[in-house]
C-alpha cells in the first residue's frame, strides 16, 4: 500500500505565497504522475498541476504563471509552490500519484492524499 502524506497549508493573505509538499511512501518502484488537484466548497475536484517523471508539465489556465510545480524522484515527493493566491485559490488540495509500480504487485494503480486545506482571505 502507498500513502501520500501533504502539509504545509494554511491561511494566507491575497497576493501572499504558500508551499505545499506530499511525500509518498510504501514500496515504490516508480511513480510515472505526481500532481495537485483541488475541490473548492460546492465544486468538484479539479486538475491544478501535473508533472510525469520525464519532466512534463501541465497547468490549470487559473494557475499559469502563478504556481510552480516540481519533484524529487528520489524522495517520491512533489511539490507545489503558489505564488500571488488570490481567494478563488481557496480549496482543499489534493495530492495524486498516478501509475505508481510497487514492489510485489503487477500493474500500476492511482493514489490520492489526504487532503490539505489552502484558505486565501484578508
Known amino acids: 500500500q502507498v500513502q501520500l502524506v501533504e502539509s504545509g497549508g494554511g491561511l494566507v493573505q491575497p497576493g501572499g505565497s504558500l508551499r505545499l509538499s506530499c511525500a509518498a511512501s510504501?514500496?515504490?518502484?516508480?511513480?510515472?504522475?505526481m500532481g495537485w488537484y483541488r475541490q473548492a466548497p460546492g465544486n468538484g475536484r479539479e486538475l491544478v498541476a501535473l508533472?510525469?517523471?520525464?519532466?512534463?508539465?501541465n497547468y490549470a489556465d487559473s494557475v499559469k504563471g502563478r504556481f510552480t510545480i516540481s519533484r524529487d524522484n528520489a524522495k517520491n515527493t512533489v511539490y507545489l509552490q503558489m505564488n500571488s493566491l488570490k481567494p478563488e485559490d481557496t480549496a482543499v488540495y489534493y495530492c495524486?500519484?498516478?501509475?505508481?509500480?510497487?514492489?510485489?504487485?503487477?500493474?500500476?494503480?492511482?493514489?490520492w492524499g489526504q487532503g490539505t486545506e489552502v484558505t486565501v482571505s484578508s
Open positions: 508533472l510525469t517523471n520525464g519532466g512534463f508539465t
Open positions: 495524486s500519484a498516478q501509475r505508481v509500480v510497487q514492489r510485489g504487485l503487477l500493474g500500476r494503480r492511482d493514489y
Open positions: 510504501g514500496s515504490i518502484l516508480s511513480i510515472e504522475t
